[in-house]
């Protein structure tokens, strides 16, 4: 069985995540969930701290960054110093940044990043970056903004692919690209994006 550590449910793609994961009978695979700052009942979790990390990490085998936020370079150096001082060995990690790091989507873009896309986007690339070098397996997920349609239809675009007129994807086609990289290596270290 594999053990499976979600940050990050308490947004779009966490909750389309969380429903199909309801949904399916998996017996190999095992679901915990952390947010920031809430972790099961009132349990106070901050995702920029190894120490408060650590104990969550050491029960994982599959961990899912969703949270895609300003400082997801603090989040991803106590993460890694986590694994890193607790000999943490995990299978794989799956992160999710958003279309834009390798300059593939226009800055001006990105809803996430209104107030300073340049500094929101540096950001996004450093966390890439340590998740790349941790030696650890990897899906890295690049989505266009994340819309609340449902929809079905998307597209993978290889790292490298221009995605200057992507359209925004539904949070559940993100979710769904999330999930295949946990229950195959389809994807593994690839850094895909992913538009409607």
Same mark, same amino acid.
């Given at each position: 069985?594999? +053990? &499976?550590?979600?940050?990050?449910?308490?947004?779009?793609?966490?909750?389309?995540?969380?429903?199909?994961?309801? %949904?399916?009978?998996?017996?190999?695979?095992? #679901?915990? #969930?952390?947010?920031?700052?809430?972790?099961?009942?009132?349990?106070?979790?901050? #995702?920029?701290?190894?120490?408060?990390?650590?104990? %969550?990490? %050491?029960?994982?085998?599959?961990?899912?960054?969703?949270?895609?936020?300003?400082?997801?370079?603090?989040?991803?150096?106590?993460?890694?110093?986590?694994?890193?001082?607790?000999?943490?060995?995990?299978?794989?990690?799956?992160? +999710?940044? &958003?279309?834009?790091?390798?300059?593939?989507?226009?800055?001006? @873009?990105?809803?996430?990043?209104?107030?300073?896309?340049?500094? #929101?986007?540096?950001?996004?690339?450093?966390?890439?970056?340590?998740?790349?070098?941790?030696?650890?397996?990897?899906?890295?997920? +690049?989505?266009?903004?994340?819309?609340?349609?449902?929809?079905?239809?998307?597209?993978?675009?290889?790292?490298?692919?221009?995605?200057?007129?992507?359209?925004?994807?539904?949070?559940?086609?993100?979710? @769904?690209?999330?999930?295949?990289?946990?229950?195959?290596?389809?994807?593994?270290?690839?850094?895909?994006?992913?538009?409607?």
């Amino acid at each position: 069985m594999k +053990r &499976v550590l979600v940050m990050g449910i308490n947004n779009l793609v966490g909750q389309a995540l969380l429903e199909m994961i309801k %949904k399916i009978d998996d017996s190999e695979l095992q #679901f915990m #969930f952390i947010d920031n700052d809430v972790a099961g009942k009132n349990a106070k979790i901050d #995702f920029q701290s190894a120490d408060q990390l650590a104990p %969550k990490l %050491k029960l994982a085998d599959i961990l899912v960054i969703n949270t895609v936020d300003w400082d997801a370079d603090y989040m991803l150096d106590a993460i890694i110093d986590a694994i890193e001082m607790q000999t943490i060995n995990l299978d794989k990690i799956i992160f +999710r940044t &958003v279309a834009g790091v390798n300059d593939e989507y226009p800055l001006e @873009k990105i809803q996430i990043a209104k107030k300073d896309p340049v500094e #929101f986007i540096k950001q996004q690339q450093y966390a890439g970056k340590l998740v790349d070098e941790s030696e650890i397996p990897y899906t890295i997920i +690049r989505p266009s903004n994340i819309a609340e349609t449902t929809g079905p239809d998307y597209k993978l675009i290889e790292e490298g692919q221009s995605m200057q007129d992507a359209k925004d994807v539904s949070a559940h086609s993100v979710a @769904k690209v999330m999930m295949q990289a946990i229950q195959t290596n389809d994807l593994l270290n690839q850094s895909i994006g992913i538009c409607g």
